[in-house]
Structure formats: structure tokens, C-alpha cells
């Protein structure tokens, strides 16, 4: 199966296309700094590294042009790439605001609408798996941007997937916890992102490669979230957004002193 990953020089979209790699697929791993791609995958004849912007239309335009000269049509689309600045609503910057938003959300958008409709061209069944987090459920103060985008992404798969179940092509949304990547890092003793360590662990990138290329693959759910617990908690908090936000006062006390817990590292 030709897998096309974005995000895939480092953390999570690294993990899943070495675990693709080792299933057997054919991946286009794709990301911004194709330097960092070529270096993790220049022995490996199974990667197709390319470059791609995912905030710009021309640039899925030349890589999918690309894929169709090299007969390698994309049958699963992972749209892992995404960056995370902290900032609290009164002093968020418009850099950090546009950044957030273009990667994390025009990205997931205009990568889903390229690939979607090269899927919709030839007929195939495809299936689009949009990586989210437990933020598009928990609107996360102190990580404002970040969780607007994420709560986007989940809305956007939603009506996607109704978008394109009639021409058999599946979207997917899979909502991870925190993942012990360097996002989590540059995050770890900022005050602001105390509530993405309130949790009892963070999850190792493989835990999600092992659940993208595992059930959801296979089962093509609407939805799926990391730890499954973390899903239902957080739509009860959308249910009830208030009684959220009164929850997170003890909830950033309890990250504060998780910044440096073993299950955090």
C-alpha cells in the first residue's frame, strides 16, 4: 500500500513510517526539511523523501504531480505535521497564530482536498487519517491556538468524511495524548502548557504509529483517541465546557508538578 506521511522527518510521522516501512508499505515521507528526511531515509529504497510545505497549495499540487509521474498513487493519506507554541488569549502573537493555524489546520485541509481528489479521480477507496489530539475535545487555556486548530481538524474530518463516503473513500481522526516527542519537550517547565502534563503519562510516538497503521488502517474508524478513556472524558467536557474550565485550575497544579515525572520522560 503507497502511504504518504507528512511531518515524517521527526516524531510521530517518523514512527509511522518506520513501522510502515517495516509492514511492507511503500512511503512517501514528506516534510519541510527534506534535509532531515534523506538523512533518516537515504538507505532505504521502500521511502520516497519529498519536499512539502503543507500551508501551500502549489506545493501539494508539485508533489502529487510528482507521485503520478513515478506511477506511485497515493492510497492512504497521514496527515501527521503540525507545531505548538504556547500563549494565553491578550498575548498571543500573530506569527505564532498564523504558523498554528496554517500548519496544523490549513495543512490538514489542503492536503485532504489534493489527495481526496486524485483518489475520487481514479475510483479507489481511499482513506485519509488526519491527526488531531485529545485538544480538539479539551479547549485547552494557555495553549489557545494550538487547541483552536486541533478543535478544527476534528471538526473539518467530521464533515469531510461525509463528504466523501460516497465515492468509498474513509477520513479518519486520531487524537492522541501527549506523545513523548520535542513538541512535548519544548513544553515541559512552561507554565502556560502546564495542563498537557495534568494527565497520568504521556504516550511513547509508537503507541500511535501502532494504533494508526493497526485498527484504525483496518477498521477506518470516524474517530479514535489515545487513550480511549481520554475520548470520552473530553466529550463530556464538551457537553459541559464550564464545568471543563473549573477543572483545569487543579488541573495545571497537577501538571506543574508533573513537568519532570518519569512518565513524562
Not at 10 to 35: C, N
Not at 49 to 71: F, G, I
Request: charged fraction near 20%; charge should be positive.
Amino acid at each position: 500500500m503507497n502511504l504518504l506521511i507528512t511531518g515524517a522527518a521527526s516524531g510521530i510521522g517518523a514512527s509511522i513510517a518506520e513501522l510502515a516501512v517495516k509492514q511492507g508499505h511503500t512511503v512517501i515521507a514528506a516534510d519541510l526539511d527534506e534535509a532531515m528526511l534523506r538523512s533518516r531515509w537515504q538507505f532505504e529504497p521502500r521511502v520516497y523523501c519529498m519536499a512539502l510545505d503543507v500551508r501551500s497549495q502549489d506545493s501539494w499540487t508539485r508533489l502529487l504531480a510528482q507521485l503520478e509521474e513515478k506511477r506511485c498513487p497515493v492510497e492512504v493519506l497521514i496527515n501527521v505535521a503540525g507545531v505548538l507554541r504556547s500563549g494565553r488569549a491578550g498575548e498571543l502573537k500573530l506569527d505564532d497564530i498564523e504558523l498554528m493555524l496554517g500548519v496544523n489546520l490549513k495543512g490538514v485541509i489542503l492536503g485532504t482536498n489534493a489527495v481526496a481528489a486524485t483518489m475520487i479521480a481514479r475510483g479507489y477507496p481511499g482513506h485519509i487519517i488526519n491527526i488531531g489530539s485529545v485538544a480538539s475535545l479539551y479547549a485547552t487555556p494557555g495553549t489557545t491556538i494550538y487547541a483552536t486548530s486541533k478543535y478544527a481538524v476534528r471538526g473539518f474530518s467530521i464533515a469531510a468524511a461525509g463528504d466523501l463516503e460516497p465515492h468509498g473513500i474513509a477520513v479518519s481522526l486520531v487524537g492522541p495524548g501527549p506523545v513523548k516527542t520535542a513538541m512535548l519537550e519544548q513544553q515541559r517547565g512552561d507554565e502556560k502548557a502546564a495542563l498537557t502534563f495534568s494527565g497520568s503519562r504521556a504516550l511513547d510516538p509508537e503507541e500511535v504509529a501502532q494504533a494508526v497503521l493497526g485498527s484504525v488502517l483496518r477498521q477506518r474508524p470516524l474517530e479514535r483517541f489515545l487513550p480511549w478513556r481520554e475520548g470520552v472524558l473530553g466529550k463530556l467536557c464538551t457537553v459541559a465546557p464550564g464545568l471543563f474550565l473549573r477543572m483545569t485550575k487543579s488541573a495545571v497544579e497537577r501538571g506543574k508538578k508533573h513537568f519532570n515525572a518519569a512518565s513524562y520522560r
